[in-house]
């Protein structure tokens, strides 16, 4: 198994911390294309917002593609926005990991859509040789598709975005997986050095209170079924959807306040209680069961959280980490989700406040204040990871 003596030899990314621009670019709940990155204004202040990561040691980023707007008609596609990306990172210095579909696909397509992934593996396709005929040498990391056990219960079973169904989740997640599988195959026939981040939540799961045999069954069923799609991807589930262990690759985890819940979404389980509710599990044990279950070295791909409790929360998910580390697991990055504050999918006026950078909405495009409470509290908990990590160098190799 992997430990963190492994951690030099297998760690593609420039950072441990890292900043994640909101990118979704998907139909909301009343069939309304969102585009969060101009509308966050990330791309009009893209060399800002890159040199202003440079007093917390921030050097790895995700951004994403935008399907939607990069394949306007089938099988042609517009890198040119990406292209402008591209370059200025370079120019920075920062590396830029891309989600390939984050939430939005193209307005002719849905997961359910015959043509879904082949045409998802030949935009993947078309990505690698756009971004090698420009730089040949540098490691690529990519997210085929971003969070599918989520998008497929809110495009599934929620309605919330396309395909707006209802109890057709496992069919959605079925056609992302596909989807996934046949780009991850596309990408690495083209160049085989590609790296494959996944970025799934991770989620807790549990019964009532005083709960009955089935509830407690069914709490068990829901939340083993979180790892569905990783274990698609790897071929443990539906084999016949061309899944192989060589696609586990960097396991990306999303985690948020609200990611433990009483089964049927009746309540979320508090984490800052001065006397946790029994059923709460601590973060550091929910990473490593799902760093046990694959072997695989893994990233905290998503956290933030809204409001007035930002500092609170990036105080305990230092202190999580560190942990995780001292324990020998090999936890390469966090990824601060969103680095910049974002609007709701739904109600574009409603902003989260759950960024470091909050919105300044008197201009145009929104401005950037920095969350000093929260800025310290980042500091802190890197200072937390450090030495962790510092510690752990130090351990004798057997």
Not at 1 to 9: I, W, Y
Not at 268 to 290: H, S
Not at 363 to 386: C, I
Request: net charge negative; hydrophobic share 40%.
């Amino acid at each position: 198994m992997l430990d963190a003596t492994d951690f030099p030899s297998m760690n593609p990314f420039r950072s441990f911390w890292w900043a994640g621009y909101e990118c979704t670019d998907q139909l909301n709940c009343f069939g309304n294309r969102v585009d969060f990155l101009p509308l966050t204004g990330h791309l009009q202040l893209l060399k800002e917002d890159y040199k202003h990561l440079a007093p917390f040691d921030i050097q790895t980023v995700r951004e994403g593609i935008r399907w939607s707007q990069v394949e306007k008609t089938a099988y042609q596609y517009d890198w040119s926005v990406v292209e402008r990306m591209l370059a200025e990172g370079h120019r920075q210095g920062i590396q830029q990991i891309w989600d390939l579909c984050h939430f939005g696909y193209p307005d002719d397509l849905t997961p359910l859509h015959p043509m879904f992934a082949r045409r998802f593996a030949a935009m993947c396709r078309a990505f690698v040789r756009f971004y090698r005929d420009r730089y040949p040498d540098d490691e690529l990391i990519v997210t085929p598709i971003n969070e599918v056990s989520f998008m497929s219960w809110l495009g599934g079973d929620a309605c919330g975005t396309s395909p707006y169904c209802t109890r057709q989740g496992w069919e959605v997640k079925v056609g992302l997986m596909r989807a996934y599988i046949e780009g991850v195959a596309a990408m690495r026939e083209i160049d085989p050095t590609i790296r494959i981040l996944t970025t799934e939540p991770l989620v807790q799961i549990v019964p009532p209170l005083n709960a009955t045999r089935q509830a407690i069954m069914d709490a068990a069923i829901a939340d083993e079924n979180q790892f569905q799609s990783v274990d698609m991807l790897a071929g443990y589930l539906m084999p016949e959807l061309g899944g192989s262990p060589d696609y586990l690759d960097l396991l990306g985890f999303n985690y948020y306040y609200n990611n433990q819940w009483v089964i049927g979404f009746n309540n979320f389980l508090p984490w800052a209680d001065p006397v946790p509710d029994p059923r709460w599990v601590p973060f550091r044990q929910l990473l490593t069961k799902a760093y046990r279950r694959y072997n695989r070295p893994i990233v905290l791909t998503e956290t933030s959280h809204p409001g007035i409790d930002r500092p609170h929360w990036i105080d305990m998910i230092g202190r999580e980490c560190a942990a995780v580390i001292r324990a020998g697991v090999p936890l390469l990055g966090v990824c601060l989700y969103p680095i910049v504050d974002r609007p709701d999918w739904d109600h574009l006026d409603r902003w989260h406040h759950s960024g470091l950078w909050d919105a300044d909405l008197t201009t145009d495009p929104p401005g950037r204040v920095l969350v000093r409470d929260y800025a310290d509290a980042l500091l802190r908990a890197q200072n937390k990871v450090q030495m962790a990590q510092i510690e752990v160098s130090q351990l004798p190799v057997l």
